[in-house]
């Protein structure tokens, strides 16, 4: 049978949300909503022991921790949207940040970078339009200067376009996990099959879709490496 366990939430926190595994498995990072001042924190959680929880980034509003390894070192991409152009943090220094070139300008919302074919996709929606548009941009690195895939934006749709987790390669499939808000926020995931992936061309197909029996959910979705383990959020509406 198949086990679930529950992260513990703080009481300061009024609730967790947008969960990533870091890149070697041990560790979760997740937006903490801090009851008080209505501003997310990003905390990073100890697998072996869910209640081992420490605050990596505060002050500002910070949420969808997403993470990914370059050159051997890892890497998070907070969403910093309410007060900051996007940048990238290393995990291991995370008072230095690197501002992704090339949108400067753009205040962007769930950024989830994908590293293939020496090229760095940067998926992402825009602060007004981040439920129904969805940006693809590209660069040669993380560090080199991010432009816009020429067919963007590169899904239209509030039933996929707002990105809900990583990219995914498994069984030969590179997968996308899109959240479905075409009716309330966060209901359900799309699940994309990207079949076309390039800079010059974009192509994904719908495969499936990913729901919780009584609750509105998953709003994102996290795997660890082997995919042996999935990271959920979900939630219901109450007065």
Request: charged share 25%; glycine share 8%; with cysteine.
């Amino acid at each position: 049978s198949q086990s679930f366990k529950k992260v513990p939430i703080q009481k300061k926190y009024n609730f967790y949300a947008d969960p990533f595994y870091s890149e070697d498995g041990k560790k979760i990072r997740l937006e903490a909503l801090d009851d008080r001042t209505g501003l997310g924190d990003i905390l990073e959680v100890e697998t072996e022991n869910y209640s081992h929880q420490r605050v990596l980034l505060s002050g500002e509003h910070y949420s969808y921790p997403c993470s990914f390894m370059y050159e051997g070192e890892e890497y998070l991409l907070p969403e910093v949207a309410s007060h900051s152009s996007q940048y990238l943090i290393a995990t291991n220094k995370l008072d230095e940040k690197y501002y992704l070139k090339g949108l400067e300008n753009k205040r962007i919302v769930d950024a989830t970078l994908h590293l293939i074919d020496g090229k760095a996709y940067l998926f992402f929606g825009e602060n007004n339009t981040a439920h129904t548009v969805l940006n693809l941009w590209i660069a040669d690195s993380p560090f080199e200067e991010f432009k816009p895939h020429p067919l963007n934006p590169v899904v239209i749709s509030p039933s996929v376009a707002r990105m809900g987790g990583k990219i995914v390669l498994y069984k030969g499939k590179t997968l996308r996990f899109g959240q479905n808000n075409s009716g309330e926020y966060g209901e359900s995931i799309s699940v994309m099959q990207i079949t076309v992936l390039s800079e010059q061309d974009y192509k994904e197909v719908k495969i499936g879709k990913i729901t919780i029996d009584e609750f509105s959910g998953p709003h994102s979705i996290g795997f660890n490496s082997d995919m042996s383990e999935i990271l959920i959020d979900y939630y219901n509406n109450k007065f």
